[in-house]
């Protein structure tokens, strides 16, 4: 894996140095999602698409891929996940506005080549649900293979956790932390309290907002003043005042989603996207008019009490209601339903009759306008970058996989070389333990001379797991 | 849309919409259902097939089946697929409502081994787990006493023998009416070697460390349990010679166990414990199923040479190690097919006990047979069951399970427009249905 | 000044207690092998001592009269050896520190469940900065494991607290000497920081929260210097600052040692420390040999751990490894191969090995895969002391340098070979008689390079 990393990382230097390869993904269906679905091309150019249709020129020099009978989908957003970092929540505290997931980021997460295999190339990589306010977020493309840095996703614009309900109350009612020791309750411990952290929070905010202008003002009259001291905690919630950063609330009832749009009108500030918003069905009207996007599952309900009135219609209920709505997969670790949106969002034609374009919509170009990144990605329009997918069979279809998938116009996962590569990939590990096992063997021989093992015999002997013997 | 399609299908949602919950031993239905493409599983697709259903049994099949007497109900499913109905075999579903509040949970019992405890007296009709499960072509469910997994912080398993599984029919006024098998299993989790540590350090879990303890901990449990057995067999030995014994209710559960008449259903996701599981099964000389097979590297070809039937759990999952191909989960099915090994879907929860179907189409693309996929969650769920006589395929004489589809049963776009438990037909309204249609017409 | 002058403060400040009592023997060490490391290796070289300090060193120096000479023959001289990162000389309990407000517990640790703890509030309840700690105000000469590491060869260590996330300002000490003010050489070697959390409970309980509290109290130090200026000019218009130890502590840091060993762990924290303008250390670095490129470019050294991870001895033996940490394992040592094939400063440290002299054996592993033996020694010696800013007075056999010697008969990464003597500050020690190894101080902590 870090060899592979190195290798890409090379055959990415390369690409920078010289204008990228022309690329024509050549008689596919092409599903761009804002401009139709039609069998056509898309062709490729230092990273962007620089043209789509029935009919397309074939730039000098390029590489034809000839995909007749596949499917090509603009590469997949997952607008909610929480995997390639080596750390999620800050959950000590109820406002956590201080710290950024981007600090966490760990490009070696097998995640993302996870990620890759199932045709998601952008992602919105957020901090837990731990507090009311959490951690800033940042906007990652499945770059695998490059460092931290390379995987961020400059152009989107940045962003913050809001979390409601069951999730930021949970530690008012104290208990123990991993350890055993006991911890006393944090506020909050209800709805209403969540509420309050919130509006406490911009209170200071604002607070901290005048304090700075006042600073600034006398500053430029020439008057010399100590200036407010500079709070990190505070900074990204003044940004959200400014309509400078983008607010991610993770919300799951009704009441709570009202509540929170009703705090965001009271401030002048829009929520951004409502993280799950599984309720968000019954108050669609009210999100359409704040102008909130809605970020949800496809069929998760029932796992805790908020989740009860859960319904795999929602997404369908926010789309037909005028509500900007995708699909999330809020993975963790090696990543799981990150890898399969497309049939997530294929569920929504079932649940609530979205047609194919509405469906794809969900895992595109929708979560692309909720992230503020729909100029860059999202959809297959000449100028975009070119994050495309291609797939063997209809992408919203159990029986579909992913065969190809680019980035920036870079090919970053080719399943036949995946396939390909396993038995090279076994062998290595294989090598790798056998030499492990030969050291191991020489410096034992180094060590004692006798060449027995009593501890093991011992071992074989006491153990007897599979002796009969009756309760005594 | 065609013209008869819409006439039909306003026809059936009058029918759906009048239908009384579907209960079981009422007799059942009488009906024929016919234009419709057939999918027997025991058999090829038939086109503009019929089948008639007699007093809830599936009475004739084929291309040219008549009414026999006027009065009966006629469906014309022109435009319409009929599958047998699924089973789902490993679920809580009606057991379990809300997953993180344990009021509502009635899984997993106190007690290292509670073979006496049944499953299906604690199923609740009235979960709105049923009708949601049942509303995507799902008939009937395996319901486990137990999730897999529960360990003790010493890496022990809280459990060995959670209880019987039973087997149950997603319809009916009560549980008794919806059973169909008491005891269609024992319930068994195998002792795994549970090397897992955590560490303070870096506040992760360490996989492989502190292996000696936890070996000692499975030696330790799989002595009991050989032990248990052992105890229960002497129990059965003697009253089968006349011999007086105190009566005990666990040993009695494990008699159709020990008689080869119920399958020991051990829980054993990898090689090691699937091989520890078979050998002991063995030699105990019980009839044996695998569940929740995960990573079972070389012990596929002894699973295989056995001849033992596995019940696999959702394939729509990530993979078990970093290292491990992306398509592993994906490919588990398919692997297990070409081996020759029978098996079939459990999802060992509630909340995706719905989503069954995708645990089988999951596997298509990556190498299994879509033939192979269907027969899982039905006729091979059947047989693993003991219960394909009656149930897992359409064919004259087994009991009028049955779905009526709008497309293929397993992909995600498709809508279970009817659904027949025993020839009655089922609501498919379901908490879900009901408040997307109220809150749509919210104005 | 004059010698009578001289002669006369050095009387006085030794009375006072100032300076080592007894002065050390004017000595010479002729005909060894003598590794210079600044310089060439010299075959039959000799070596003066006067007062603590090298005299002269070279080949075919005179010896003056009256001084005890050593007869080197077959011996080999080396600078005194440095462990870069250690805990040796304090006592392993750290004399409570005055609680600090709220936050200055460290839940978890061997606490028999007190009542709960308040909450943390944030940074501004400075949890865990222990800036005000001083390694210098707690070495102790009495502290068995100096001996120790003395007869393995070492002659001076960095050591440093080591609780809580800023743990406190660790200190260059000689493993010699009568009290622990005369043993510390530098008492501001660096501030140690750890990212080690412990979850929830109590912030900063996360990798990034420990991130951004540094952060702010870098933030907030540079504020509460500028607010203290600008109360002495002018009190009356100006708040007064409240007083704060943990962030006059911070001021005081001059260096900053962060903990990264893997690849991610070091890019990320190359980044992270070129936030603060204050110089830093990476420590750990185990898998420095795939950013051997990005440390060189960014000028910083690293503090090696040479405790080469190895397959668990209590592992499942079925369990498969993953690449990666197979990888690591197979790696590891070649780590410091390509430090010094790249030209990047690097020291090493005994963390986490059981025996000081295990720090030796773990080198002699990265020689048998192409280390240079001269780059080894180096490691142990002018490359510690240039990492700490101390390549004037340390790390080398040159003239006016510590008279800081490890002797020993055959090379020192000779299994066979043995110490047989040592020089700090110019005064000679004996090896111990080798003992059981005793465990080390504070043995059963890990150490801290997690992340």
Not at chain 1, 429 to 446: Q, R, V
Not at chain 2, 40 to 58: C, E, H, T
Not at chain 3, 29 to 36: E, L, M, N, Q, Y
């Given at each position: 894996?870090?060899?592979?990393?190195m290798?890409?990382?090379?055959?990415l230097?390369?690409?920078?140095a010289h204008?990228?390869?022309?690329?024509?993904?050549?008689n596919?269906?092409?599903?761009?999602?804002?401009?139709g679905t039609?069998?056509?091309s898309?062709?490729?150019?230092?990273?962007?698409?620089?043209d789509?249709?029935?009919q397309?020129?074939?730039?000098?020099?390029?590489?034809?891929?000839?995909?007749?009978?596949?499917?090509?989908i603009?590469g997949i957003?997952?607008?909610?996940?929480?995997?390639a970092?080596?750390?999620?929540?800050?959950?000590?505290?109820?406002?956590?506005?201080?710290?950024?997931?981007?600090?966490?980021?760990?490009?070696e997460?097998?995640?993302?080549?996870?990620?890759?295999?199932?045709?998601?190339?952008?992602?919105?990589?957020?901090?837990?649900?731990?507090n009311?306010?959490?951690g800033?977020?940042?906007v990652?493309?499945?770059?695998?293979?490059?460092?931290a840095e390379?995987?961020?996703?400059?152009e989107?614009?940045?962003?913050?956790?809001?979390a409601?309900?069951?999730?930021?109350?949970?530690?008012?009612?104290?208990?123990?932390?991993?350890?055993?020791?006991?911890?006393?309750?944090?506020?909050?411990g209800?709805r209403?309290g969540v509420?309050?952290?919130?509006?406490?929070?911009?209170?200071?905010?604002?607070?901290?907002?005048?304090?700075?202008?006042?600073?600034?003002?006398?500053?430029a009259?020439g008057?010399?003043?100590?200036?407010?001291?500079?709070?990190?905690?505070?900074e990204?919630?003044?940004?959200?005042?400014?309509?400078k950063?983008?607010?991610?609330?993770h919300?799951?009832?009704?009441?709570?989603?009202?509540?929170?749009?009703?705090?965001?009108d009271?401030?002048?500030f829009?929520?951004?996207?409502?993280?799950?918003?599984?309720?968000?069905?019954?108050?669609?009207?009210?999100?359409?008019?704040?102008?909130?996007?809605?970020?949800?599952?496809?069929?998760?309900?029932?796992?805790?009490?908020?989740?009860?009135?859960?319904?795999?219609?929602?997404?369908?209920?926010l789309?037909?209601?005028?509500?900007l709505?995708?699909?999330n997969?809020?993975d963790?670790?090696?990543?799981?339903?990150?890898t399969?949106l497309?049939?997530?969002?294929?569920?929504?034609?079932k649940y609530?009759?979205?047609?194919?374009?509405e469906?794809?919509a969900?895992?595109?170009?929708?979560?692309a306008?909720q992230?503020?990144?729909?100029?860059?990605?999202g959809?297959?329009?000449?100028?975009?970058?070119a994050?495309?997918?291609?797939?063997?069979?209809?992408?919203l279809?159990?029986?579909?996989?992913?065969e190809?998938?680019?980035?920036?116009?870079?090919?970053?996962?080719?399943?036949?070389?995946?396939?390909?590569?396993?038995?090279r990939?076994?062998?290595?590990?294989?090598?790798?333990?056998?030499?492990?096992?030969?050291?191991?063997?020489?410096?034992?021989?180094?060590?004692?001379?006798?060449?027995?093992?009593?501890?093991?015999?011992?071992?074989?002997?006491?153990?007897k797991?599979?002796?009969?013997?009756?309760d005594? | 849309?065609?013209?008869?399609?819409?006439?039909?299908?306003?026809?059936?949602?009058?029918?759906?919409?009048?239908?009384?919950?579907?209960?079981?031993e009422?007799?059942?239905?009488?009906?024929?259902?016919?234009?419709v493409?057939?999918?027997?599983?025991?058999?090829?697709?038939?086109?503009?097939?019929?089948?008639?259903?007699?007093?809830?049994?599936?009475?004739?099949?084929?291309?040219?089946?008549?009414?026999?007497?006027?009065?009966?109900?006629v469906?014309?499913?022109?435009?319409?697929h009929?599958?047998?109905?699924?089973?789902?075999?490993?679920?809580?579903?009606?057991?379990?409502?809300?997953?993180?509040?344990?009021?509502?949970?009635?899984?997993?019992?106190?007690g290292?081994f509670?073979?006496?405890?049944?499953?299906?007296v604690?199923l609740n009709?009235?979960?709105?787990?049923?009708?949601?499960?049942?509303?995507?072509g799902?008939?009937?469910?395996?319901?486990?006493?137990?999730?897999?997994?529960?360990?003790?912080?010493?890496?022990?398993?809280?459990?060995l023998?959670?209880?019987?599984i039973?087997?149950a029919?997603?319809?009916?006024?009560?549980?008794?009416?919806?059973?169909?098998?008491?005891?269609?299993?024992?319930h068994?989790?195998?002792?795994?070697?549970?090397?897992?540590?955590?560490?303070?350090?870096?506040?992760?879990?360490?996989r492989?460390?502190?292996?000696?303890?936890?070996k000692?901990?499975?030696?330790?449990?799989?002595?009991?349990l050989?032990?248990?057995?052992d105890?229960?067999?002497?129990?059965?030995?003697a009253?089968?010679?006349?011999?007086a014994?105190?009566?005990?209710l666990?040993?009695?559960a494990?008699?159709?166990v020990?008689?080869?008449?119920?399958?020991l259903?051990a829980?054993?996701?990898?090689?090691?414990?699937?091989?520890e599981?078979?050998?002991?099964?063995?030699?105990?000389?019980?009839?044996?199923?695998?569940?929740?097979?995960?990573?079972?590297?070389s012990?596929?070809e002894?699973?295989?040479?056995?001849?033992?039937?596995?019940?696999?759990?959702?394939?729509?999952?990530?993979?078990?190690?970093?290292?491990?191909?992306?398509?592993?989960?994906?490919?588990?099915?398919a692997?297990?097919?070409e081996?020759?090994?029978?098996?079939?879907f459990?999802t060992?929860d509630?909340?995706?006990a719905?989503n069954?179907?995708?645990?089988a189409?999951?596997?298509?693309?990556?190498?299994?047979?879509?033939?192979?996929?269907?027969?899982?969650?039905?006729?091979?769920?059947?047989e693993?069951?003991?219960?394909?006589?009656?149930?897992?395929?359409?064919?004259?004489?087994?009991?009028?399970?049955?779905v009526?589809t709008?497309?293929?049963?397993?992909?995600?776009?498709?809508?279970v427009?009817?659904?027949?438990?025993?020839?009655?037909?089922?609501?498919?309204?379901?908490?879900?249905?009901?408040l997307?249609?109220k809150?749509?017409?919210?104005? | 000044?004059?010698?009578?002058?001289?002669?006369?403060?050095?009387?006085?400040?030794?009375?006072?207690?100032?300076?080592?009592?007894?002065?050390p023997?004017?000595?010479?060490?002729?005909?060894?092998?003598?590794?210079?490391v600044?310089?060439?290796?010299l075959?039959?070289?000799?070596?003066?001592?006067?007062d603590?300090?090298?005299?002269?060193?070279?080949?075919?120096?005179?010896?003056?009269?009256?001084?005890?000479?050593?007869?080197?023959?077959?011996?080999?001289?080396?600078?005194?050896?440095?462990?870069?990162l250690?805990?040796?000389?304090?006592?392993?309990?750290v004399p409570?520190?005055p609680?600090?407000?709220?936050?200055?517990?460290t839940?978890?640790?061997?606490?028999?469940?007190?009542?709960p703890?308040?909450?943390?509030?944030?940074?501004?309840?400075?949890?865990?900065?222990?800036?005000?700690?001083?390694?210098?105000?707690?070495?102790?000469?009495?502290?068995?494991?100096i001996?120790?590491?003395?007869?393995?060869?070492?002659?001076?260590?960095?050591t440093f607290?080591?609780?809580?996330?800023?743990?406190?300002?660790?200190?260059?000490i000689?493993?010699?000497?009568?009290?622990?003010g005369?043993m510390?050489l530098?008492?501001?070697?660096?501030?140690?920081?750890?990212?080690?959390?412990?979850?929830?409970?109590?912030?900063?309980?996360?990798?990034?929260?420990?991130?951004?509290?540094?952060?702010?109290?870098?933030?907030?130090?540079?504020?509460?210097?500028?607010?203290?200026?600008?109360?002495?000019?002018?009190?009356?218009?100006?708040?007064?600052?409240?007083?704060?130890?943990?962030?006059?502590?911070?001021l005081?840091?001059?260096?900053?040692?962060?903990?990264?060993?893997s690849?991610?762990?070091?890019?990320?924290?190359?980044?992270?420390?070129?936030?603060?303008?204050?110089?830093?250390v990476?420590?750990?670095?185990?898998?420095?040999?795939?950013?051997?490129?990005?440390?060189?470019?960014?000028?910083?050294?690293?503090i090696?751990?040479?405790?080469?991870?190895?397959?668990e001895?209590?592992?499942d033996?079925?369990?498969?490894?993953?690449?990666?940490?197979l990888?690591?394992?197979?790696?590891?040592?070649?780590?410091p191969?390509?430090l010094?094939?790249?030209?990047?400063?690097?020291?090493?440290?005994?963390?986490?090995?059981?025996a000081?002299?295990?720090?030796?054996?773990?080198l002699k592993?990265?020689?048998?895969?192409?280390?240079k033996?001269?780059?080894?020694?180096?490691?142990?010696?002018?490359?510690?002391?240039?990492?700490?800013?101390?390549?004037?007075?340390?790390?080398?056999?040159e003239?006016?340098?510590?008279?800081?010697l490890?002797?020993?008969?055959g090379?020192?990464?000779?299994?066979?070979?043995?110490?047989?003597?040592?020089?700090?500050?110019?005064?000679?020690?004996?090896?111990?008689?080798?003992?059981?190894?005793?465990?080390?101080?504070?043995?059963a902590?890990?150490?801290?390079?997690g992340?």
């Open positions: 894996m870090n060899a592979a990393r290798l890409i990382a090379a055959a230097a390369c690409g920078v204008a990228q390869q022309a690329i024509v993904l050549q596919a269906t092409v599903h761009t999602v804002t401009k039609f069998k056509g898309v062709v490729i150019q230092d990273g962007l698409i620089t789509v249709g029935a397309v020129l074939t730039p000098a020099g390029a590489k034809v891929i000839d995909a007749s009978g596949k499917h090509v603009p957003i997952d607008c909610h996940t929480h995997i970092l080596d750390s999620i929540n800050e959950g000590s505290v109820s406002v956590s506005s201080m710290v950024t997931v981007r600090d966490a980021i760990d490009p997460s097998i995640a993302i080549y996870h990620d890759l295999a199932g045709g998601t190339t952008t992602v919105n990589a957020l901090h837990g649900s731990a009311a306010i959490g800033l977020n940042v990652l493309k499945m770059r695998w293979g490059k460092d390379g995987l961020v996703m400059k989107a614009k940045p962003g913050i956790k809001f409601l309900g069951e999730n930021p109350k949970r530690q008012g009612q104290g208990g123990q932390n991993p350890f055993g020791a006991s911890l006393s309750p944090r506020y909050p209800t209403m509420e309050d952290v919130i509006r406490q929070a911009f209170t200071e905010a604002r607070q901290y907002q005048a304090a700075w202008k006042d600073y600034n003002s006398h500053e009259k008057e010399s003043a100590l200036p407010p001291r500079k709070d990190l905690k505070l990204p919630l003044v940004e959200v005042l400014e309509g950063r983008l607010v991610h609330a919300c799951y009832r009704a009441d709570e989603i009202l509540m929170l749009l009703r705090v965001a009271e401030f002048g829009k929520i951004a996207t409502l993280q799950h918003v599984l309720e968000g069905y019954k108050v669609a009207n009210e999100i359409k008019a704040h102008g909130a996007g809605a970020s949800t599952f496809s069929d998760w309900w029932g796992y805790k009490i908020e989740a009860y009135d859960a319904i795999p219609h929602n997404a369908a209920v789309t037909r209601k005028g509500v709505t995708s699909l997969s809020d963790v670790g090696n990543g799981d339903l990150s399969r497309n049939t997530e969002a294929g569920k929504t034609m609530g009759g979205l047609n194919e374009e469906a794809l969900l895992i595109t170009i929708n979560p306008r992230l503020g990144i729909d100029r860059y990605v959809s297959i329009e000449v100028g975009k970058q994050d495309l997918v291609v797939y063997d069979k209809d992408p279809s159990m029986y579909s996989k992913v190809r998938v680019y980035i920036d116009g870079t090919q970053y996962f080719d399943r036949e070389a995946d396939v390909a590569a396993r038995s990939k076994d062998a290595e590990k294989k090598g790798l333990m056998e030499k492990e096992k030969a050291k191991e063997k020489s410096s034992e021989k180094a060590a004692d001379k006798p060449g027995d093992k009593p501890a093991e015999k011992q071992e074989a002997k006491g153990a797991p599979h002796q009969g013997g009756s005594e | 849309m065609n013209r008869a399609l819409i006439a039909s299908l306003a026809f059936i949602v009058v029918l759906a919409a009048t239908a009384a919950p579907a209960s079981a009422e007799g059942g239905g009488s009906f024929l259902l016919k234009n493409t057939l999918h027997p599983v025991s058999g090829p697709k038939l086109d503009n097939a019929s089948v008639l259903v007699v007093d809830g049994r599936i009475a004739e099949v084929g291309m040219k089946v008549a009414a026999p007497k006027t009065k009966l109900r469906i014309d499913g022109k435009g319409l009929v599958w047998p109905g699924m089973i789902n075999s490993g679920t809580t579903v009606g057991l379990s409502e809300i997953g993180s509040i344990r009021e509502t949970n009635d899984t997993g019992e106190l290292i509670d073979p006496q405890l049944r499953p299906i604690a009709p009235e979960s709105e787990y049923i009708p949601v499960v049942r509303a995507n799902i008939t009937m469910a395996a319901l486990l006493p137990a999730m897999p997994g529960g360990r003790r912080s010493d890496g022990a398993n809280t459990q023998i959670g209880g019987q039973s087997i029919h997603l319809a009916g006024w009560t549980w008794e009416e919806m059973e169909v098998r008491r005891a269609g299993g024992m068994l989790s195998y002792p795994a070697i549970s090397a897992v540590s955590f560490d303070p350090a870096t506040f992760s879990t360490r492989g460390s502190a292996y000696p303890k936890a000692q901990q499975h030696d330790l449990q799989v002595q009991e050989s032990g248990f057995f105890d229960a067999r002497a129990y059965w030995t009253k089968k010679a006349g011999v014994v105190k009566a005990d666990k040993f009695e494990m008699i159709p020990l008689d080869g008449k119920v399958p259903v829980f054993a996701s990898h090689e090691r414990e699937i091989k599981a078979i050998e002991f099964a063995e030699r105990q000389n019980v009839k044996l199923v695998l569940a929740n097979v995960i990573k079972p590297r012990a596929l002894l699973i295989a040479k056995k001849k033992i039937p596995v019940i696999l759990g959702r394939t729509q999952v990530g993979t078990d190690e970093e290292d491990d191909p992306y398509d592993e989960p994906y490919t588990l099915p692997r297990l097919n081996a020759g090994v029978k098996f079939c459990g060992f509630e909340q995706f719905r069954l179907p995708y645990q189409s999951q596997g298509v693309p990556f190498g299994l047979p879509y033939d192979a996929a269907l027969r899982s969650v039905t006729l091979s769920a059947a693993i069951w003991g219960i394909d006589k009656d149930y897992g395929s359409i064919e004259a004489g087994k009991v009028a399970d049955l009526v709008d497309g293929d049963l397993l992909e995600v776009k498709t809508d427009k009817m659904l027949f438990i025993r020839g009655s037909e089922a609501d498919l309204e379901t908490k879900h249905t009901r997307y249609k809150y749509m017409a919210r104005p | 000044m004059n010698k009578r002058l001289f002669a006369f403060t050095a009387l006085f400040l030794a009375a006072a207690g100032l300076l080592t009592a007894a002065s023997p004017h000595l010479a060490i002729r005909g060894a092998r003598v590794f210079t600044s310089g060439a290796v075959e039959h070289g000799t070596v003066l001592l006067k603590g300090l090298i005299e002269a060193v070279g080949e075919g120096i005179a010896i003056p009269a009256g001084v005890t000479v050593i007869d080197g023959t077959g011996l080999n001289v080396y600078p005194g050896l440095i462990d870069a250690s805990a040796w000389g304090i006592p392993e309990t409570a520190a609680a600090a407000p709220a936050a200055a517990a839940p978890g640790q061997g606490q028999q469940q007190p009542p703890q308040p909450r943390v509030r944030g940074p501004e309840d400075r949890p865990n900065a222990f800036t005000w700690v001083k390694a210098a105000d707690l070495v102790k000469p009495s502290e068995k494991q001996e120790t590491a003395r007869s393995a060869g070492f002659t001076t260590a960095v607290p080591k609780q809580g996330i800023l743990a406190g300002h660790g200190a260059v000689n493993l010699g000497g009568e009290t622990g005369e510390v530098d008492p501001a070697a660096g501030l140690y920081t750890s990212v080690t959390t412990r979850g929830f409970g109590t912030f900063p309980g996360s990798l990034m929260g420990v991130m951004a509290y540094l952060r702010q109290l870098w933030i907030d130090a540079a504020y509460y210097k500028l607010a203290r200026e600008a109360y002495a000019r002018d009190p009356v218009t100006n708040p007064r600052p409240a007083y704060d130890r943990a962030l006059e502590g911070l005081d840091t001059h260096r900053l040692l962060l903990p990264a060993t690849r991610v762990q070091i890019e990320r924290m190359l980044r992270f420390g070129a936030e603060f303008k204050t110089p830093f990476l420590y750990g670095g185990q898998s420095a040999y795939e950013t051997v490129s990005e440390l060189k470019r960014a000028g910083v050294p690293v090696l751990n040479v405790k080469w991870p190895l397959k001895k209590d592992s033996p079925e369990e498969i490894p993953s690449m990666k940490t990888q690591l394992r197979d790696k590891a040592p070649t780590t191969v390509a010094a094939a790249a030209g990047v400063p690097f020291a090493v440290c005994s963390e986490g090995l059981d000081p002299k295990d720090v030796i054996k773990a592993k990265s020689i048998d895969l192409g280390l033996p001269a780059d080894a020694i180096r490691a142990l010696t002018l490359s510690a002391a240039e990492i700490y800013g101390l390549s004037g007075r340390l790390g080398s056999i003239k006016g340098k510590l008279a800081n490890t002797i020993t008969k090379d020192l990464f000779d299994d066979k070979t043995t110490v047989s003597m040592i020089f700090v500050d110019g005064k000679k020690y004996v090896p111990a008689p080798e003992a059981p190894t005793p465990p080390r101080q504070g043995g902590k890990s150490p801290e390079v992340q």
